[in-house]
Structure formats: structure tokens, C-alpha cells
């Protein structure tokens, strides 16, 4: 399963069904899990630790030192969750000190040239389409979708569930379960349809959808609507989740789009 036009440190760990194919390099502090393929010409450097059934495709960079004046080379990681595959010429750089580590979930799907920085933290079922700019310390949940030639800025945070559209600067945190679009980066709705996809039941969005209305429609500014929801709402894990989101939020969120703004309908 090891081509013999590789190079693989004798430290590294590979599971005996993992297949590399020719021209690829795994240096030393490696491991990769189970099922795993590797393609041509991909560069695995130290501190990577590769998941089970994982698909890394030609040109891919993974584990780099971090792009920043601050790394004094401390030990530090990428990890990779099982399932996850990587397009061709992504690269993803290690972590530094401030969180030890670069760490992307299980059954992503990072496609062709997109790049992540050191200490960002992916959570599972994500898709960072095409060309996807992702910079340093940044956080997204679980089901997050960013559209192609996305840029994404330092120490943003964005909520699971979400999805923002092709070629937008995303320089303020991004709330769990909305739609995102417009330049600037604005609220465009809940993601009605992606909840739909994965089984959230209509009164679910429904709920949902009321919480973003005071957020946004009511004319409150973000403090008020917050207590509106905390006195007014039932407590729910979403209605929780949100407020925590946003009050925790050190960038602030993004803003309602303020022109033509017309009020979404309700779930089918």
C-alpha cells in the first residue's frame, strides 16, 4: 500500500492499510488512522494526527509550521478527524501555544486551495468550498457551509449550523443556524432548508426563526433583545445557544441587512 517513490520517516505511525501514493513525504511525529489514503506529491510534516478513511488528495500541505512572527517552534498539532477529506493544494498549519493545536472534525469536506491558519478549531460535518481563506484562532461549528473564496478573519466565530454565501469577508462572528450573505456580511434569514436536511422538525425552525426576528426585526438593539428572549421565550437548547453565542461574542455579530429588508415567512 506504500508506494516505494515516497519518503516516510521511520517515526512515523501508519496503520498497515493506510495507501500512499508516489512523490508523497511523511516526516517524523506522524499518524495516520486506518482506511486512509494519501495522494501524490502531499507533504505531511511533524505533529499531524490523521484520522481513519480519510481522503487527502494531490499537492495537499498539512501541519506546516504556523504563518506568524509569534511561534518560538513549540510542540504543537493538527488533527484531523476520521472521514474527513482534503482537496487538492489545501493547506493546514499547525497550532502555537496559544491553543497547542489546528484541529479539524470528522466528515469534512475542505476543497481545492483553501488554506487554514494555526489554532483554528472545525468542528464536524463542516464544507469550506473553493479557494476558502481561513485565518488564524478562528472557531465554527458542527454543519457550518462557507461558499467559495470566503475570507475569513482572525478570532471569528461562527455558529454551527450556518451557511454564508461565495466570496464574502467575514470579520464579524457569524450566529449558529442563519443564512449570511450581502456585502458587508449580513443576516439573510435562518437556514430553513439546511435544518430541514438534517431533521430538525418545523416547529424546531420555527422556533428558531421567532429568536431571529427580536434579534433582528424588532427594532431592539442586541442587549434588549437578549433580555426580551431570556424574560419572554421558553428556555430551549437553541434559544440558550444563541444568546450564549452573542453575548460571548468579543467581535460582535453581523448586522441585519439594512436595505429592502423583508420579513421571512414561516417553514412549510
Not at 19 to 34: L, R
Amino acid at each position: 500500500m506504500i508506494h516505494p517513490h515516497t519518503y516516510i520517516h521511520p517515526n512515523a505511525k501508519l496503520a498497515p492499510n493506510v495507501k500512499v501514493d508516489p512523490f508523497s513525504v511523511i516526516h517524523q511525529n506522524v499518524e495516520v488512522g486506518n482506511g486512509t489514503w494519501i495522494g501524490s506529491n502531499v507533504t505531511i510534516m511533524e505533529g499531524a494526527r490523521i484520522g481513519k478513511n480519510c481522503r487527502i488528495f494531490p499537492g495537499a500541505v498539512i501541519a506546516a509550521i504556523p504563518q506568524d512572527l509569534k511561534f518560538e517552534g513549540e510542540d504543537s498539532l493538527v488533527e484531523i478527524g476520521d472521514n474527513t477529506t482534503i482537496r487538492e493544494f489545501v493547506t493546514i498549519n499547525r497550532g502555537t501555544k496559544d491553543r497547542g493545536k489546528t484541529k479539524v472534525g470528522k466528515n469534512c469536506l475542505i476543497m481545492a486551495y483553501s488554506h487554514l491558519a494555526h489554532d483554528c478549531l472545525i468542528g464536524s460535518n463542516c464544507i469550506m468550498s473553493n479557494n476558502t481563506q481561513v485565518a488564524g484562532h478562528v472557531v465554527m461549528g458542527d454543519w457550518c457551509i462557507l461558499g467559495g473564496m470566503c475570507a475569513v478573519h482572525q478570532f471569528v466565530q461562527i455558529g454551527q449550523h450556518s451557511f454564508v454565501s461565495g466570496g464574502s469577508l467575514i470579520s464579524k462572528d457569524v450566529p449558529p443556524y442563519i443564512k449570511a450573505g450581502r456585502q458587508p456580511l449580513s443576516y439573510s434569514g435562518v437556514n430553513s432548508i439546511g435544518l430541514k436536511r438534517r431533521g430538525f422538525a418545523v416547529e424546531k425552525i420555527n422556533h428558531i426563526l421567532d429568536i431571529y426576528r427580536i434579534l433582528y426585526n424588532k427594532g431592539m438593539n442586541t442587549s434588549q433583545a437578549l433580555e426580551y428572549l431570556e424574560e419572554e421565550f421558553p428556555a430551549t437548547d437553541e434559544r440558550d445557544e444563541i444568546v450564549t453565542f452573542i453575548r460571548e461574542s468579543s467581535r460582535g455579530i453581523i448586522k441585519r441587512y439594512s436595505k429592502n429588508n423583508v420579513d421571512e415567512d414561516y417553514a412549510d
